[in-house]
C-alpha cells in the first residue's frame, strides 16, 4: 500500500523526465516529479510506466512520507545535484539501465529477473543521450515552425494595416470625387437660377413698359371720348388705333429652363467627368511602383514600402495588371510612354505567374528597351526586334479576343505595328511593365459620348 511505503532518502529520478527532484511515490511503486504530477494532474494520475491510477491520498512527498495534498508542488522542476543518482523503484538500488519495453529503470538485480529476459534494455546514459537527441531535433523543428508562424502573422498583420489604410485611401478618394460633383451641381444650380432671375426681369420689365403704355393711351382715349361727348356735331368718329398684344416670346421659357434638366446636366457633366477604359489594379502592383490616385498612372517609388505579398502581387519585376479583364469583345486603350526609357504594355493570361522570373510566358506585349523595340508572346523562346520609324509617345493596344488578335498601333500617326495570332481561351488582363525610374505611364481616357435611342 502506497501509504504503508517511504521514499528513500536520496531522492530518485523522476519516470517522465529521467531527472531527480522531490519526487512523489505513486500507489504502483513508481515515482514522478512534482512539476511532472501537476502537468498532468486531471484528478488522478496514470504511471507511465505501468498504466497504474493514483489518487490524492495515495501519493507520498518526499522522504518523510508526507501526503502529497499537505506539500504543495514546485511549479518549475529543479535539476538534479551533482552525484545523484538514479534508484531502482523495486529494490532502491542504484539503477543502470532502462527497460525500452516498460520503460522502467531497472538495477542489475531487475535485468536478471525472468520477466525481463526477453526485453531490450540499454544503459541510462546512452537512453538520455538518444532521448536528448530526439528533443533536439524536435527542439529545431519546432523552432523552425515556430518562426513560420512569426513570419505569417507578420504578414497577415501587414495586409491587416494595409486594407485599413486602402479602405481609408478610397474613403478619401470618394468624398474627394463626390465634393467636386456636388461642387459642379451647385455651381450648375445657381448658373441656371440665375439665367432664369436674369430672363424673367427682361420679361417682366417688357411687361410693365407695355402696361405703362398701355395706361398712356387708355387716359388719352378716355379724354377722346369725353371730347366727342361734348362735340356731338362732329360727323366723322375719332379714328382709333387698336394696341397689339403680347408679342412672340413675351413670357418665361419654361421649357427651356425645366425640360429635360436632369439630362441635360448630365449631358453637360461628360465635359468634366473622364472615362479611362483601363483602370490600373494597385494590389497586382510591383512594391516598388506608385499607383496615382485615379489609378490611371504608374511610376516608379522615390522611397521603397513594404506591401502585403498576397498571390496576385508581383514580386520581382515591376509590373502591373489592369483591375478588369477581358473573355470576350475588342477593348482598346492607348498608353502614354513620352519619355519613358524602358517600358511593355499588353496582355497577361490569368494563370500566368505573378512570382519569379516565370511571369513572361503569358504575357503577349510590345516592348522598349535599350533603345530599341521588341515584341512578345507566349511560345518565343526570344524576343522579336521591331522595325519602327519614328520614336513612340503612345500606344494603341486592341485585343479581339473572339478572333484571336492582338494588335498594336501608333496612336500618334495611326501607323500598324504588329499583330499577334492566339486562340485564347482564358481571360486576359491589360499588362503594363515600367522599368523607368524618372517617367511614369499612363492610360489616356477614351472618347465617349451619351447617346438618346428611340
Not at 227 to 232: D, K, L, R
Not at 300 to 314: M, T
Request: proline share 3%; with cysteine; glycine share 6%.
Amino acid at each position: 500500500m502506497a501509504s504503508e511505503a517511504r521514499l528513500p532518502e536520496k531522492n530518485q529520478a523522476c519516470a517522465v523526465c529521467c531527472e531527480t527532484h522531490e519526487d512523489v511515490l505513486l500507489l504502483c511503486g513508481h515515482q514522478v516529479c512534482k512539476s511532472c504530477l501537476q502537468l498532468t494532474w486531471r484528478g488522478s494520475y496514470q504511471c507511465t510506466v505501468c498504466g497504474g491510477v493514483s489518487n490524492e491520498e495515495d501519493l507520498l512527498c518526499g522522504s518523510g512520507g508526507k501526503r502529497q495534498r499537505d506539500v504543495p508542488l514546485q511549479k518549475r522542476p529543479q535539476r538534479a545535484t551533482e552525484g545523484s543518482e538514479v534508484l531502482c523503484a523495486r529494490h532502491g538500488e542504484n539503477a543502470k539501465y532502462l527497460c525500452l519495453e516498460e520503460k522502467l529503470f531497472l538495477c542489475d538485480v531487475c535485468q536478471d529477473l525472468k520477466e525481463h529476459e526477453n526485453h531490450k534494455c540499454c544503459p541510462i546514459h546512452e537512453a538520455a543521450l538518444e532521448l536528448k537527441k530526439e528533443l533536439e531535433i524536435l527542439q529545431e523543428d519546432l523552432g523552425g515552425k515556430l518562426e513560420i508562424l512569426k513570419d505569417i502573422k507578420d504578414a497577415y498583420v501587414c495586409a491587416s494595416e494595409h486594407i485599413v489604410n486602402q479602405a481609408n485611401y478610397s474613403e478619401q478618394r470618394i468624398k474627394e470625387e463626390f465634393a467636386k460633383l456636388h461642387q459642379f451641381l451647385w455651381d450648375e444650380e445657381a448658373s441656371r437660377i440665375a439665367t432664369l432671375k436674369e430672363e424673367e426681369e427682361q420679361k417682366s420689365q417688357a411687361m410693365k413698359d407695355q402696361i405703362d403704355q398701355m395706361s398712356k393711351e387708355i387716359l388719352s382715349l378716355s379724354n377722346t371720348i369725353r371730347a366727342i361727348e361734348e362735340e356731338m356735331r362732329a360727323e366723322d368718329d375719332v379714328p382709333l388705333q387698336h394696341p397689339e398684344g403680347i408679342g412672340s416670346g413675351g413670357l418665361v421659357n419654361v421649357a427651356k429652363h425645366v425640360g429635360n434638366l436632369g439630362f441635360r446636366i448630365w449631358e453637360k457633366m461628360k465635359d468634366m467627368v473622364q472615362c479611362t477604359p483601363v483602370m490600373l489594379d494597385p494590389n497586382t502592383a510591383d512594391s516598388r511602383l506608385c499607383i496615382s490616385a485615379d489609378l490611371t498612372s504608374v511610376k516608379i517609388r522615390d522611397e521603397a514600402v513594404q506591401l502585403p505579398d498576397n498571390p496576385e502581387r508581383y514580386d520581382m519585376f515591376a509590373c502591373v495588371l489592369g483591375s478588369q479583364g477581358f473573355a470576350s469583345g475588342t477593348p482598346s486603350w492607348v498608353v502614354e510612354v513620352e519619355e519613358n526609357t524602358s517600358w511593355e504594355v499588353g496582355v497577361s493570361s490569368e494563370a500566368s505567374q505573378r512570382k519569379g522570373e516565370a511571369i513572361w510566358a503569358g504575357v503577349w506585349s510590345v516592348e522598349f528597351w535599350d533603345e530599341e523595340y521588341y515584341s512578345r508572346s507566349p511560345g518565343q523562346l526570344e524576343k522579336t526586334r521591331l522595325q519602327v520609324n519614328e520614336k513612340l509617345r503612345r500606344i494603341k493596344v486592341r485585343l479581339d479576343w473572339d478572333g484571336g488578335k492582338m494588335s498594336f498601333s501608333d496612336a500618334v500617326s495611326g501607323a500598324h505595328l504588329l499583330t499577334l495570332t492566339h486562340t485564347f481561351t482564358e481571360e486576359v488582363f491589360p499588362f503594363f511593365y515600367n522599368g523607368c525610374d524618372i517617367y511614369p505611364l499612363s492610360v489616356l481616357p477614351g472618347r465617349h459620348s451619351l447617346k438618346v435611342e428611340d
